[in-house]
DNA sequence: GCAATATAGATAGCATGCTATGAAAGTCAA
DNA sequence: TTGACTTTCATAGCATGCTATCTATATTGC
């Protein structure tokens, strides 16, 4: 015979939600640090490619921080607002735009990425390095077997 | 002497970045899927709760949730414009709501669930027994680390 | 009883993200 | 060259989530 309901279906036990909740969390953390540098947590990829590789299109940065398009040119309109990057008309295709990376951003990021260091460290806090490694590893693969693009 | 640069400092080392990009991936799966049924994925810890515990204030959702209040709100909002919670005063507190979880959602709580499933399955595809157990007890952690509240 | 405080929701304003769709400009084949 | 396709971006509309702040109603301590 059935036990009438042990526990009727834990949404808790898939790592889904834990992940989505992690996310959520890490959020709240980053925006509050970061909001003193007019930062937030979705600019770092954007400002670190631009950095890195130089001005670039949107279409670029959308691939390279993995978001769609148009959520790239609302991203980038707000850096702008803040004064982080700025577009320019590009030369030799009268569609696209080159974006490229302020000063201010420039000075900033390394304030910004200690931010997110502190911030990583407090959410890993009492991990062992192999811990560490295990849970990057195991989350690449969840976004692998999620993940559209094969592309990693 | 130093080399110039080895990786600029690579946001991707991070896990937080893997952890809000699973995220992101796994609600697009869910939605997609549970669109059709006139759900959403934040839908479905309120649901669950109502049918599980009987009508519930909107504070009781919030926490159970674990969202602020004014997202409950929206999110009740929505779900109402959907038919799948009512609202009534409450009696005995003129302040405060009765939710009530509606036939339309009770009846497809199932049906949302299994596609909760499916999608976590393919989440943690080609996982062991043993590493998904590794992957919620690091993200317990990680959250543990995180809240503010103590409570879990 | 009543003023001070606490609690339940509502609202405004914003950040991130998505899909769907349109417009402009580049490319290429006939 | 020119019509069809592709590519790059913009816009509209929405879901989720947050903080800050306001209102209305309870509760509590004198």
Redesign the pocket.
Known sequence: MKVKKATPWDPEAAPTFWI?HAS??L??H???R?RPLD?????LPVVGALEEHGPQ??????EH???????????????E??GLIT?EP?P????????SISEKARDRLPQAREQLAEVAAQATAGFSDRERATLLALLRRVVENLDPSIED
């Open positions: 989505n959520r969390l959020m709240r980053f925006e509050q970061l930062f937030g947590m979705a600019y299109l949107q279409k670029q940065l959308a921080a993995h978001v769609e398009q148009p959520t790239m040119a609302a991203l980038l309109t707000r850096m607002r803040d577009r590009h030799g295709d009268k569609r696209a735009s080159q974006i």
